[in-house]
């Protein structure tokens, strides 16, 4: 079993920065690849950022340029670093895992339907 737990988010005006963390815990091996998408209201669940085993990462189209995803193995947490913010990146903001030979950008487009994932952050971004 895997536990996987969100910080960071709130609300912040266009143009601004935000920092999301997911602390992982459990059997988070080699296999064990993560990423953070997001739901905005009305709108269908997104893949924001993904990194693999072998530190590759990929991005929306929609959030490149713009939001860094990396990992710190020794503490076990994921961040996302979230950089001019636009307020079409408000939603809820999720860190997803599962087990998954898969590349970055092969699975980026699954980690809505990862196995794991935590309770979510919210994000709002104002004008």
């Known amino acids: 079993q895997v536990q996987l737990v969100e910080s960071g988010g709130g609300s912040v005006q266009a143009g601004g920065s935000l920092r999301l963390s997911c602390a992982a815990s459990?059997?988070?091996?080699?296999?064990?690849?993560m990423g953070w998408f997001r739901q905005a209201p009305g709108k269908e669940r997104e893949g924001v950022a993904a990194?693999?085993?072998?530190?590759?990462?990929a991005y929306a189209e929609s959030v490149k340029g713009r939001f860094t995803i990396s990992e710190d193995n020794a503490k076990n947490t994921l961040n996302l670093q979230m950089n001019s913010l636009k307020p079409e990146d408000t939603a809820i903001y999720y860190c997803a895992g599962d087990y998954s030979s898969l590349t970055a950008i092969e699975f980026l487009g699954r980690l809505p339907r990862f196995r794991y994932r935590g309770q979510g952050t919210q994000v709002t971004v104002s004008t």
């Open positions: 990194i693999d085993s072998d530190g590759h990462m």
């Open positions: 459990g059997n988070t091996n080699t296999w064990f690849q």
